[in-house]
């Protein structure tokens, strides 16, 4: 056989296992996403139910809550996506497909990197609020 040969068939094995990888992720995908778009309405109707038996939760809490429980179905939907393109490129080994699943699964990467920033930023500077109006202090 010759080094051509070799390779080739290395190739199609490489490329037969990434397909066997991405049809198993593409599984969990579509679980998490479903799991998401299933969870998502449930925690803004109990944020609803919360403000209505206690008042004192206030308005700002439901509507973190609708926000959060958007965002939640914005990203499975982009964790759907990325199933149906994977199982698409696990069935047919088209390179589309692949490139699609990854531009997919990058999205969803992003936006929640972005997401996590942004929190993260909010409760840096809503420690640092605390810290300098005393209550902090008060509490210790």
Do not use: C
């Not at 296992?17 to 109707?45: D, M, N, Q």
């Not at 969803?108 to 609020?129: D, N, Q, T």
């Amino acid at each position: 056989m010759n080094q051509s040969s070799e390779s080739n068939t290395l190739s199609i094995r490489i490329l037969d296992r990434i397909r066997e990888e991405i049809s198993r992720t593409s599984r969990w995908l579509k679980f998490l996403g479903i799991l998401s778009v299933v969870v998502a309405p449930l925690s803004i109707l109990a944020s609803f139910f919360r403000l209505i038996l206690s008042p004192g939760a206030g308005v700002l809490g439901l509507a973190a809550s609708a926000v959060s429980g958007i965002l939640s179905v914005i990203l499975a939907v982009f964790l759907l996506s990325a199933a149906g393109k994977g199982k698409s490129y696990a069935g047919g080994g088209q390179p589309a497909e692949l490139i699609s699943f990854h531009g997919r699964l990058g999205a969803y990467f992003v936006i929640s990197g972005i997401l996590i920033v942004i929190l993260l930023a909010g409760l840096i500077l809503g420690v640092i609020m605390l810290a300098t109006t005393g209550f902090i202090q008060q509490l210790l």
